[in-house]
């Protein structure tokens, strides 16, 4: 007889998860917290509008592709390679640089900024790929079951890249580069990490690597939840089932391992193996009530961002804004500074604008653009008032407009604001930490929360704030190493 996983949590891992262990013939349920699928990729659909409520695009493609091997299945979505990737707009600059893949095009719009950027872009993204291809495969997507076999792993490491160790991504860069504004724009991939590019250490230089050359990014047609969409679909082909509006509150144990999980509504849910895909060091502190994962240690530990989206429907079309678009002020480092333990935001923030309808015109009424803002903010251990999101909002809103010319805020039809309060409420995100346990040294790898629980022998995790990391191709490959978990543990 098949042995029953019971996942808790429908975010992309907890899918990915699932597919593989279908295809390996476990027998699998799912409950989720919220009304429907996706986690953090889920989606918003509003006065006629469609809003991609979280990530807005992909690296690493093949690890879907390699995800779809693995489960002889077809990937149920479309993907569409991004080339220009995105564009970058600096306050004051009437202009702005468009990211193409092709290093030469690139070049040329930095003559007069950065001498000899192309060969200087070439020599930066040749150590990139050193770094991708001497570190990935033996520290990302393999499992370590103690510090120890970590530590031993990170020596087969090529010698060249340890002092990249204690050098930070912002020094990286600088050691090829010497203008601000190209220092910046190549940065700015530390931030989808959700930190900055002076507290990200300089191995993640490997992500401008992906970003240009190795594989580059995606958008899916149709908007990125038609993946949590085409997964649903998959699952429910194999006879998964799904309970949503199911939150688990407690739990029952038994000789070391966890005999069944208690529902918000005191429903027992037993299973022979549980995978938790709920953000796994908050999980092992509000459920499990461990004391290394206490909201007093939880507090200690390096988080990243706290997001502030907003959805705004117009009933105007933006022909000379781009799909993925990023706004810079003039004080990058400053910012940087301040902006994640900042109790209040007094200038204009940084922000991303993601326009769906640009490439998927049936997001959006005829006529009509659906846009997407992202602004890293502090968390809500330094900023947890916010009574002031409106006028943060307007600020950003008055400043988008500058900047493309359009008076947007009297075209707005449709507005939805949500502070890190409500991500932290909505997908059980401690302080409403955005991206989950940050990427510094002490928290990467072996030294990250471990993809198996310390007491329970029945019990694993998948997701952000486990191995080997935060994003989509993390959760992705991190469903590859937590099954490796259960396929030993649990033989079919």
């Not at 989606?43 to 879907?64: A, C, I, R, V």
């Not at 020596?155 to 220092?183: C, G, I, T």
């Amino acid at each position: 007889m098949a042995k029953k996983v019971l996942i808790v949590g429908a975010g992309i891992g907890g899918l990915a998860t699932a597919l593989r262990l279908v295809k390996r013939g476990f027998e699998v349920e799912i409950l989720e917290k919220n009304s429907q699928a996706g986690g953090r990729l889920n989606q918003l659909k509003k006065d006629g509008f469609t809003f991609d409520t979280g990530p807005s695009f992909f690296s690493m493609s093949y690890e879907f592709k390699e995800l779809a091997d693995d489960c002889n299945i077809a990937l149920p979505f479309e993907t569409i390679e991004l080339d220009p990737l995105y564009t970058v707009n600096f306050a004051g600059l009437d202009r702005s640089f468009i990211l193409y893949k092709d290093i030469e095009k690139l070049a040329e719009q930095f003559e007069n900024v950065e001498p000899r950027f192309e060969q200087k872009m070439k020599l930066y993204l040749l150590e990139g790929k050193r770094i991708f291809d001497g570190t990935v495969d033996i520290v990302v997507r393999r499992n370590f079951n103690s510090v120890f076999g970590y530590l031993f792993t990170l020596m087969k490491a090529p010698p060249r890249h340890l002092p990249k160790l204690f050098r930070n991504f912002w020094q990286q860069v600088s050691k090829y580069f010497s203008s601000d504004e190209v220092r910046q724009i190549i940065s700015l991939v530390a931030f989808f990490l959700g930190r900055t590019p002076f507290n990200t250490p300089a191995v993640y230089t490997l992500l401008s690597y992906t970003e240009f050359q190795h594989d580059g990014y995606y958008n899916v047609k149709g908007g990125m939840y038609k993946i949590v969409e085409g997964f649903v679909q998959l699952l429910k082909k194999q006879n998964v089932k799904f309970h949503y509006n199911t939150e688990i509150v407690d739990y029952k144990e038994t000789n070391g391992n966890l005999n069944y999980l208690i529902d918000d509504d005191n429903k027992k849910w037993y299973s022979d193996i549980y995978v938790i895909n709920s953000d796994a060091a908050l999980f092992r502190g509000k459920v499990f009530k461990r004391k290394n994962f206490s909201e007093e240690r939880l507090d200690k530990m390096i988080w990243t961002m706290g997001p502030l989206t907003i959805y705004l429907g117009v009933d105007t079309k933006l022909p000379n804004v781009s799909h993925h678009n990023y706004y810079l002020g003039k004080n990058f480092r400053d910012y940087a500074d301040k902006i994640f333990t900042a109790s209040s935001i007094e200038d204009v923030p940084y922000y991303y604008v993601n326009v769906l309808s640009h490439t998927n015109p049936e997001c959006a009424p005829k006529g009509s653009e659906s846009l997407f803002f992202v602004c890293p903010v502090a968390d809500l251990r330094y900023k947890p008032d916010w009574s002031d999101k409106e006028i943060i909002v307007d600020r950003i809103i008055n400043d988008f407009s500058k900047r493309i010319k359009i008076e947007v805020k009297k075209n707005i039809v449709s507005e939805t604001i949500l502070t890190p309060i409500d991500w932290g409420k909505e997908y059980n995100l401690h302080r409403g930490s955005g991206l989950g346990l940050s990427h510094n040294l002490s928290q990467i790898g072996g030294f990250r929360p471990k993809n198996y629980d310390e007491k329970f022998k029945n019990v694993f995790y998948v997701g952000a704030s486990t191995v080997p990391g935060t994003g989509l191709p993390m959760a992705i490959i991190g469903s590859k190493l937590v099954t490796e978990r259960i396929e030993k543990y649990g033989i079919v």
